[in-house]
C-alpha cells in the first residue's frame, strides 16, 4: 500500500510517500514506521509525530489501531495542524 505523509510527518520522515508491505492492521503499520529513524528540523521523531496523528485509510477517517488494512490501497499519515 501507498503511505503517504503531511506536514510534520513528512518533515520526520524525509519522504511524501513510499511504498509499505506487510502490516495487516493500522497499529501494525504505526508500530513499523515508528522504528524508522529521523527526525523534524525540531527534533521531534517520526514515532512521536505518529502519536498525535490520524490517518485516512482509501479515505476513511480512523484512529482505530485494530484497522484491517487487508485489501487497502493507500493510508495517509496527517498529524495534527494549524488552520483546520
Same mark, same amino acid.
Given at each position: 500500500?501507498?503511505?503517504?505523509?503531511?506536514? $510534520?510527518?513528512?518533515?520526520?520522515?524525509?519522504?511524501?510517500?513510499?511504498?509499505?508491505?506487510?502490516?495487516?492492521?493500522?497499529?501494525?503499520?504505526?508500530?513499523?514506521?515508528?522504528?524508522?529513524?529521523?527526525?523534524? $528540523? $525540531?527534533?521531534?521523531?517520526?514515532?512521536?509525530?505518529?502519536?498525535?496523528? *490520524?490517518?485516512?485509510?482509501?479515505?476513511?477517517? *480512523?484512529?482505530?489501531?485494530?484497522?484491517?488494512?487487508?485489501?487497502? $490501497?493507500?493510508?495517509?499519515?496527517?498529524?495534527?495542524?494549524?488552520?483546520?
Amino acid at each position: 500500500m501507498q503511505v503517504h505523509y503531511f506536514a $510534520a510527518a513528512r518533515a520526520a520522515r524525509g519522504l511524501a510517500e513510499e511504498e509499505i508491505n506487510g502490516p495487516q492492521t493500522l497499529g501494525e503499520l504505526v508500530e513499523e514506521l515508528s522504528r524508522i529513524e529521523g527526525a523534524t $528540523a $525540531a527534533g521531534t521523531s517520526l514515532a512521536e509525530v505518529l502519536q498525535r496523528c *490520524t490517518f485516512l485509510v482509501d479515505g476513511e477517517s *480512523t484512529s482505530d489501531s485494530g484497522y484491517v488494512l487487508a485489501g487497502a $490501497a493507500r493510508v495517509d499519515v496527517l498529524p495534527p495542524f494549524a488552520g483546520g
